[in-house]
């Protein structure tokens, strides 16, 4: 058809005028197309069919806008859903953000959750709820948002992004996590509070080698913007894996920020080299106190093998130096692309994970010295509350406060072209993000959400969010069964674990794997599993017998 229609039209248009051109143009382009489709040899359906089999692979190209726009619903979380989107553009843009006609979502279908609500609901006068970060050991506590933009860096982010965000949380007074990426010029310009991220890349606190700076890392730390210094000993997008910035992706502002050269690949190791176990690890907290002026230090992870986290515990109570704080990343986190096993597959989820770091921290009467933190797909008041009532102290967003400055989940974050500008370093891009307008947006959608949470709270009857307990929580989970949250994550007492009576599997299994000089395990877990069933076959043993 191509060919006969490029035999046709060619001659009209020479006979017949150059009108005949919209049809020989499009024709010979085509044809030509045709013929490439036949004779290329990587794609069997351009070979069999030339010309029609290139719109599987156009369709193929657009399909997640098609879905995204066209057929997917209102609460279909994939990885975030069209209401939740929508919430968060309506509160950053300050428009309505109420819903008529009910809820959408199916209230006996499983996993459908609630707050209980009090007959005596009272009234929350400011919703600018805060708490105060840093123990005994430190000089510089910081008075921080119960919701703050969690770790993101220059680099994986913009610097139109950057900047946005960091105006943003100084206009509404909360705290931007900088990522691992370093404390680039476009954290600096606006002044907002920083949290400095330090990875095992050691960006803005590096020697020529790679290893850890004192000298760098103080000329940093002691910036009065910095407020917290964060360890990143993992995160929720891709646990146990490092990552390379190829070279040519580095650039001078890049490089700058994290203290390599220009054009050169950036490596971040999946190992930290200032420290090889838990006590060491907790001397370099400690020092890392010292070298800031006394500003809180803390460390973030995803949980995985949970004798690692015991063993941190265990050389917590054996140094007797503690962390200011720790944030738990869940597994379902993910601003930065990862492998797709990783993403899937890797990292304990939120709520399990916030949970054993909380127990773990009450087992051993060290809960009131040390902070909790959590991130993992944050967006609205609910999400905070529920958050909060499993043991957190505050939350990070960061997918959330994407979406405030114009992110429209186009999933093309690590192909540089972004489509919005947030996720690329293409100057084209990038300016599509008006600063001065994106900005307010960060401040509103904060402000607006810490309001829905205090809305939930008063009516609740509670206070503030310091006194929210999994009890206050409901979930489903059939159509005819529901418990609370401190039902499906009960409570360790203060101390517990300090008794060496374990009430609950995991602590009776791998806390005695644990070892504070080691993030090793002292034995393997299938043979701490085997003796637990041995004992339990034994303890019933006796039982059996009198049957």
Excluded at 162 to 178: E, K, Q, S
Excluded at 395 to 401: E, K, P, S
Aim: proline share 5%; charged share 20%; hydrophobic share 40%.
């Amino acid at each position: 058809m191509t060919f006969l229609g490029t035999l046709i039209s060619w001659p009209l248009a020479v006979s017949q005028g150059l009108i005949w051109l919209w049809l020989a143009i499009p024709c010979t382009a085509l044809f030509i197309l045709g013929v490439y489709d036949l004779i290329q040899t990587r794609r069997a359906i351009r070979r069999n069919y030339p010309v029609l089999g290139n719109l599987r692979f156009l369709f193929e190209l657009i399909r997640p806008e098609i879905r995204q726009y066209f057929l997917e619903d209102d609460t279909n979380a994939a990885p975030f859903s069209r209401a939740q989107r929508s919430l968060v553009y309506q509160r950053a843009k300050q428009e309505i953000d109420k819903r008529p006609f009910g809820t959408q979502r199916d209230v006996y279908g499983d996993g459908y959750e609630w707050i209980n609500h009090s007959m005596a609901p009272i009234h929350i006068a400011d919703s600018d709820f805060r708490i105060s970060v840093g123990g005994a050991d430190c000089t510089q506590p910081y008075s921080m948002s119960v919701l703050n933009i969690s770790a993101m860096s220059f680099g994986a982010l913009s610097a139109n992004a950057i900047l946005a965000l960091n105006d943003g949380a100084r206009l509404g007074n909360f705290a931007h996590d900088t990522g691992e990426g370093g404390i680039s010029a476009h954290h600096k310009k606006a002044g907002g509070a920083l949290i400095w991220n330090i990875g095992s890349g050691y960006f803005g606190c590096r020697d020529e080698r790679g290893n850890f700076s004192e000298e760098a890392f103080t000329r940093n730390a002691t910036l009065p913007q910095v407020k917290m210094i964060e360890i990143k000993l993992s995160q929720g997008a891709k646990p146990g894996h490092g990552g390379i910035l190829p070279g040519a992706k580095v650039t001078i502002e890049i490089a700058e920020a994290r203290g390599v050269q220009p054009g050169q690949d950036c490596n971040s190791p999946a190992m930290h080299s200032a420290f090889d176990s838990p006590i060491s690890l907790m001397h370099f907290i400690a020092k890392l106190r010292r070298l800031s002026g006394g500003k809180p230090v803390g460390i973030k992870f995803c949980v995985g093998h949970p004798w690692e986290w015991f063993a941190i515990v265990k050389a917590m109570l054996e140094t007797n130096i503690t962390p200011d704080f720790v944030v738990v990343d869940g597994g379902e986190g993910g601003t930065g692309a990862a492998p797709v096993e990783f993403t899937d597959h890797v990292g304990t989820p939120l709520r399990e994970a916030l949970r054993l770091v909380h127990n773990t921290l009450v087992g051993t009467g060290l809960r009131e010295r040390v902070k909790v933190g959590a991130s993992g797909k944050i967006i609205s008041g609910f999400d905070m509350a529920r958050t909060l009532a499993l043991g957190a102290d505050w939350c990070n967003a960061a997918r959330g406060f994407m979406f405030a400055i114009g992110c429209i989940q186009a999933q093309a974050c690590h192909t540089d072209k972004c489509p919005t500008g947030v996720a690329t370093q293409d100057p084209l891009r990038q300016r599509a993000l008006v600063v001065p307008d994106k900005a307010p947006r960060v401040a509103n959608f904060h402000r607006n959400t810490l309001k829905a949470l205090a809305e939930l709270l008063s009516a609740a009857g509670i206070q503030h969010p310091a006194a929210l307990r999994p009890h206050h929580i409901a979930q489903r989970i059939s159509s005819s069964e529901v418990r609370l949250l401190s039902a499906a994550y009960p409570e360790l007492r203060p101390g517990e674990l300090l008794t060496g009576v374990f009430r609950h599997t995991i602590y009776r299994a791998a806390w005695p794997m644990a070892r504070a000089d080691s993030f090793a395990p002292t034995y393997d877990l299938g043979d701490a599993l085997s003796r637990m069933h041995a004992e339990a076959v034994e303890a019933a043993a006796p039982a059996m017998a009198h049957q």
